[in-house]
């Protein structure tokens, strides 16, 4: 299967932990994109990188939130200091650099991350 | 800011009827596009479309960006108990960068044999 993978699947852990997540993205797509989806909720966006380099990153991405792309293939997010707030699934999407297929974004099944 | 309204909110139909939905904005969009969200998955893309007045057909579904580029509409034929779960219109924000993704509020399918 070559589609976007991520791990965990399910995240439970006490508030006041760290915890990270990681995407694989699909092996040809340059680009790889964080959104955070809430129960009842589109997902929303929270960063994206282009290879290695991270180009946007958005409001909600507060400074407890950190994501890496090292080596331009798959991708860390990490959450310090969880909150019950940070509640939600995480996903994970990727699509090509050109043509017009660029905008299309496959996404991962999510980690969903449980705050007690 | 940036807000796709969906319409309906949540639809119980009976296996092999036709469905039809739609997703609104106050803004024009250049690229739209379609998923589908089963529960605790990822969502999954449907149909994109490129150019208002553009009708794209993938199997059973077909979907139409609208000639203002502010709506567009998909129609799901024959429904099969398969096709239950959450659809999601999407627009680029910025299709200079084509960065983010923004979601609609989502139609919930639910369907009766």
């Known amino acids: 299967d070559t589609g976007v993978s991520q791990d965990p699947r399910h995240k439970i852990t006490k508030r006041g932990q760290n915890v990270t997540f990681r995407c694989d993205p699909i092996s040809e797509h340059n680009r790889l994109y964080w959104y955070r989806q809430t129960l009842g909720q589109g997902p929303e966006f929270l960063t994206y990188?282009?290879?290695?380099?991270?180009?946007?990153k958005s409001r909600l991405l507060s400074d407890r939130f950190s994501a890496e792309r090292p080596k331009g293939s798959f991708s860390t997010l990490e959450i310090q200091r969880t909150e019950q707030g940070d509640s939600a699934m995480y996903l994970c999407?990727?699509?090509?650099?050109?043509?017009?297929?660029?905008?299309?974004?496959?996404f991962g099944p999510g980690t969903r991350l449980t705050v007690t | 800011g940036q807000q796709l309204n969906q319409s309906p909110q949540s639809m119980f139909i009976q296996e092999g009827e036709d469905v039809s939905m739609n997703c609104t904005s106050s803004?024009?969009?250049?690229?739209w596009l379609w998923y589908k969200q089963d529960p605790g998955e990822g969502p999954v893309l449907l149909i994109a479309?490129?150019?208002?007045?553009e009708l794209t057909s993938n199997g059973r579904l077909t979907a139409q960006f609208g000639i203002t580029r502010k709506d567009s509409f998909l129609n799901i034929s024959a429904s099969i108990p398969s096709d239950v779960g959450i659809y999601f219109c999407a627009v680029i924000g910025d299709t200079g960068t084509a960065s983010k993704l923004t979601f609609g509020t989502g139609t919930r399918l639910q369907v009766t044999l």
């Open positions: 999407a990727s699509s090509p650099t050109h043509g017009t297929s660029l905008y299309e974004q496959y």
């Open positions: 990188f282009q290879n290695e380099a991270q180009l946007e």
């Open positions: 479309l490129y150019k208002a007045g």
């Open positions: 803004s024009i969009f250049n690229t």
